[in-house]
Every structure is written in structure tokens, then in C-alpha cells.
């Protein structure tokens, strides 16, 4: 990102996962085909994951995938077999194409994982202001 743009606020929770903790998530409201949408930020998650629910809301085009269990947070184990490819998102102003694979969330609608941080390079995180609100 260019540092040198005005960038609005952002509402973040640092952790927030159905009562689990941990200092490797990030809660952000961002806009999906122009409807808010709450997302996971999620250092420990290697894909990124939409709920099935805004998937299907959206009318995005759906194709089956290799059927695969997730465990999340909360200890549960979520069975996979749905997945959306190639979906336009605009963060911060930056363009991306991101795929996502479907499970019934219940907190949040979109989890970014590895996947997607790993796209964008270096990250500087200044929790200063966090701290101090």
C-alpha cells in the first residue's frame, strides 16, 4: 500500500473467535459487492474460508471441491466440499482476486488466512494506537 494515501478508519478486535484467544487474529469490517461484511484476519488459518450463507447471497459461482475437514477455533471440525475461485475484492483501495472455500461461519463471513497475507509482501503492524484508545 502507498503510505503516503488517506486511508479511513478501520474497526479492528484483536481476539475474537467465539470465546478463543489468541494474539494471531484480526477483526476488520471491509465491503463486499457493496455490503459490509465482517472478516477474520487469521495468521494460524492456511486458506482463506467465506461463509456459505454470503456466498450464496452474492450469487457467486460455486464449484465442488475435494471434500476436506477443517478444524476451527472453537474445536469443532467443519466438513468442506464447496469452494468460490477468483473473487473480486478491493481492500484499501488494492485489487485482488481471491479464492475462497465455503463453510457455515458463524461469526465472521470471510477468514483471510496464509493464503491471502502471503500475497501481500511485507506488512508493518503499528499497535500503538490500539493500546493507547
Known amino acids: 500500500m502507498d ?3 488517506d486511508v479511513g478508519p478501520i474497526t479492528y478486535t484483536m481476539y475474537t473467535l467465539v470465546g478463543y484467544s489468541n494474539s494471531q487474529t484480526m477483526k476488520v469490517e471491509e465491503i463486499l459487492e457493496h455490503q459490509p461484511v465482517t472478516v477474520l484476519i487469521d495468521t494460524s488459518s492456511t486458506n ?7 456466498a450464496d447471497r452474492l450469487a457467486y459461482h460455486i464449484e465442488d471441491c475435494d471434500k476436506f475437514e477443517v478444524m476451527i477455533a472453537d474445536g469443532r471440525t467443519l466438513t468442506c466440499d464447496r469452494k468460490c475461485l477468483k473473487i473480486k475484492l478491493i481492500i484499501e483501495g488494492q485489487k485482488l482476486l481471491v479464492d475462497f ?3 457455515p461461519l458463524e461469526d465472521f463471513e470471510v477468514v483471510f488466512g496464509i493464503e491471502w ?3 501481500l509482501g511485507d506488512i508493518s503492524w503499528n499497535f500503538f494506537n490500539f493500546l493507547n484508545q
Open 48 to 54: 482463506n474460508f467465506m461463509d456459505s450463507k454470503v
Open 101 to 103: 472455500f465455503l463453510l
Open 3 to 5: 503510505s503516503d494515501k
Open 117 to 119: 497475507l502471503s500475497t
